[in-house]
């Protein structure tokens, strides 16, 4: 007969188990309230300016690029990673990945990105590529 | 009369069967995790540290570290990630969390299952930031992504904390 003697975890529904003690709901709050901060002070910073791509390479920026408006010609270009070439596609959509020597493929396959704060990371080639400034949006409304 | 082969005592082998059974479990689980569409970089419901959560729980801190290490390491060999930067960033995150785990059960007083998990999870993806930041992609502004990150991780942190309360106090304590 499988029986629990630690006092420390008391057998309990699943709902009152979901509660969580006092100690776990301060610990909860506290999480929260600095995530939020966090992320208020994130927006402030990659918010502000026009909407530009920066792409890194471990250390490195290798550059800027202002996100493309509808209408306006895509640009594509490689830059050399750690494993290789990495092939990156800026056009209304945002930015993307398109091919990448990594195995994964994570970087390619999370497609395209505008939105500031966005990112992606492909770890194995050491490429980073962030979004900054707010890019204005395509449509002004949309009506079904 | 051949020589006498000393067993070792009844309790050591079912502590030892015990980590063993988990250990499998969490190699089970993190190759399960690993097979899951994703949820987003990085990001993983964290099924496999909730074993290390009952292990920590069951056996102790050490069993807890060495299955940590060992799910790690047997499960990235499994998903074909061995010595790669996944990795080395799953290494990170997985021991540093058993290791916030370990001292919030001992020290936090009040603190249930859940709050450790919590904290367990928060610590995880921290420690894979901070690893990437470190070792990979030395830029500060990728620490940019990791409030939404965070805010996923308190969710599942505190699921799994609930999850592994359910299971452990259904869970025999041989020694206690």
């Known amino acids: 007969m499988a029986v629990s003697v630690n006092p420390r975890i008391p057998r309990q529904s699943m709902a009152r188990l979901l509660k969580g003690s006092l100690t776990d709901r301060i610990l909860l709050l506290i999480s929260l309230a600095g995530i939020a901060a966090a992320w208020f002070a994130v927006q402030a910073v990659v918010a502000s300016g026009p909407a530009v791509a920066e792409i890194y390479h471990g250390k490195t920026l290798l550059a800027t690029y202002p996100l493309p408006k509808a209408g306006e010609t895509p640009k594509s270009f490689q830059i050399d990673g750690e494993l290789g070439p990495s092939e990156i596609l800026l056009n209304e959509d945002g930015v993307r990945i398109t091919s990448s020597p990594c195995s994964a493929q994570r970087c390619v396959y999370s497609g395209a990105h505008r939105h500031a704060g966005d990112m992606i990371a492909c770890v194995p080639n050491r490429i980073l590529i962030t979004i900054r400034g707010s890019a204005k949006r395509r449509f002004d409304a949309i009506v079904e | ?176």
């Not at chain 2, 419901?45 to 069951?58: D, E, H, R, Y």
């Not at chain 2, 290490?69 to 997985?94: E, H, K, N, W």
């Not at chain 2, 990728?142 to 999850?163: E, I, K, Q, R, V």
């Open chain 2, 1 to 176: 009369m051949g020589p006498v082969i000393l067993r070792p005592p009844l309790a050591e082998l079912q502590q030892k069967a015990n980590w063993l059974a988990l250990l499998l479990l969490a190699i089970g689980l993190h190759v399960f995790e690993a097979a899951l569409p994703s949820l987003g970089p990085w990001f993983k419901p964290g099924l496999a540290n909730l074993v290390t959560l009952l292990a920590l729980l069951w056996l102790g801190p050490r069993a807890a570290v060495l299955l940590s290490i060992g799910r790690v390491v047997i499960g990235s060999f499994f998903i074909g990630t061995l010595f790669t930067p996944t990795f080395v960033i799953s290494m990170a995150g997985g021991l540093t969390a058993a290791v916030v785990m370990i001292a919030a059960w001992r020290f936090i007083p009040g603190i249930s299952l859940i709050g450790v998990s919590l904290l367990g999870a928060i610590a995880h993806m921290v420690a894979q930031f901070v690893t990437v930041e470190t070792l990979f992609i030395q830029q500060g502004v990728l620490y940019f992504a990791l409030p939404p990150l965070l805010l996923l991780s308190t969710t599942t942190g505190w699921l799994n904390g609930a999850l592994a309360g359910y299971i452990a106090a259904r869970l025999e304590f041989p020694n206690e």
